[in-house]
């Protein structure tokens, strides 16, 4: 098993990517600690597997996120799963929806992983792997604006993390998902006059025709955090169907 005997925090583990990260994680051996702010979904998860420890929790709130890893103690890896996707243009993004994407998709990754690290560095080792996105980093999308600057933000990041700790043993990568089949994803969908033809153009986004799966975004989770990837920091890693190589 490749995470035998290390300690996972995952955020947003509820649903979507987190939660079949979280049950990956613990089929390779890993106990995990789960947070998300959906009680129901994490009590569903916990359910699974003795393994998983969940808590609710809101992300945004720095100091319940420092009461939790003072309580906690430290962590091998670290998954920064969490993410809002705001809908609009520049001009049509308001304060809110702004000061919203960046409270969740960046300052509460910031926050986490500043906790985190200490621990990590005391152990001589850890992963932290973020969550961005294909779209502000590889390729744009139409009325994304928030979402591509915090996603933007997200890959900045991790490449400063992992420069600045490579020397602490600290490894920090980030995914660049497509789109990706989601519970959150389909509540986006069902806001169209016609979710199903809302689905199948944007599954025609990506050259493979298809939407991405929870499982194969958790696969690569699940490498970034393992020992297989040791010789691997710093690198924001695509997994969008080829939508950033000559997508349309």
Same mark, same amino acid.
């Given at each position: 098993?490749?995470?035998?005997?290390?300690?996972?925090?995952?955020?947003?583990?509820?649903?979507?990517? %987190?939660?079949?990260?979280?049950?990956?994680?613990? @089929?390779?051996?890993?106990?995990?600690?789960?947070?998300?702010?959906?009680? %129901?979904?994490?009590?569903?998860?916990?359910?699974?597997?003795?393994?998983?420890?969940?808590?609710?929790?809101?992300?945004?709130?720095?100091?319940?996120?420092? !009461?939790?890893?003072?309580?906690?103690?430290?962590?091998?890896?670290?998954?920064?799963?969490?993410?809002?996707?705001?809908?609009?243009?520049?001009?049509?993004?308001?304060?809110?929806?702004?000061?919203?994407?960046?409270?969740?998709?960046?300052?509460?990754?910031?926050?986490?992983?500043?906790?985190?690290?200490?621990?990590?560095?005391?152990?001589?080792?850890? !992963?932290?792997?973020?969550?961005?996105?294909?779209?502000?980093?590889?390729?744009?999308?139409? !009325?994304?604006?928030?979402?591509?600057?915090?996603?933007?933000?997200?890959?900045?990041?991790?490449?400063?993390?992992?420069?600045?700790?490579?020397?602490?043993?600290?490894?920090? =990568?980030?995914?660049?998902?497509?789109?990706?089949?989601?519970?959150?994803?389909?509540? @986006?969908? =069902?806001?169209?006059?016609?979710?199903?033809?809302a689905r199948a153009e944007f599954a025609a986004r990506q050259p493979?025709?298809?939407?991405?799966?929870?499982?194969?975004?958790?696969?690569?989770?699940?490498?970034l955090a393992s020992d297989e990837s040791a010789y691997t920091t710093?690198?924001?890693?695509?997994?969008?169907?080829?939508? !950033?190589?000559?997508?349309?």
């Amino acid at each position: 098993m490749r995470l035998a005997g290390k300690k996972a925090l995952i955020t947003a583990a509820a649903a979507g990517i %987190g939660r079949e990260t979280a049950l990956q994680f613990v @089929r390779e051996g890993a106990e995990v600690w789960a947070l998300d702010i959906d009680s %129901g979904g994490l009590n569903s998860l916990a359910a699974e597997t003795a393994q998983i420890k969940a808590q609710v929790l809101d992300l945004t709130n720095t100091g319940d996120l420092q !009461s939790f890893i003072a309580s906690a103690g430290s962590f091998d890896i670290l998954f920064n799963c969490a993410g809002y996707v705001a809908h609009g243009d520049i001009l049509s993004c308001s304060l809110e929806d702004w000061q919203t994407s960046f409270d969740l998709n960046v300052k509460a990754m910031y926050v986490l992983t500043k906790l985190v690290i200490p621990g990590m560095a005391t152990a001589g080792a850890g !992963s932290i792997i973020n969550m961005a996105s294909v779209v502000g980093v590889g390729i744009a999308a139409p !009325s994304r604006f928030a979402y591509s600057a915090t996603k933007a933000a997200v890959v900045g990041m991790t490449k400063s993390v992992a420069c600045d700790y490579v020397s602490a043993g600290i490894r920090c =990568n980030a995914i660049c998902p497509g789109t990706v089949d989601t519970p959150s994803l389909q509540a @986006r969908l =069902n806001a169209f006059d016609d979710p199903e033809k809302a689905r199948a153009e944007f599954a025609a986004r990506q050259p493979l025709g298809r939407l991405g799966q929870a499982e194969e975004v958790a696969a690569l989770a699940v490498y970034l955090a393992s020992d297989e990837s040791a010789y691997t920091t710093g690198v924001a890693h695509y997994i969008d169907g080829g939508w !950033s190589n000559g997508g349309r």
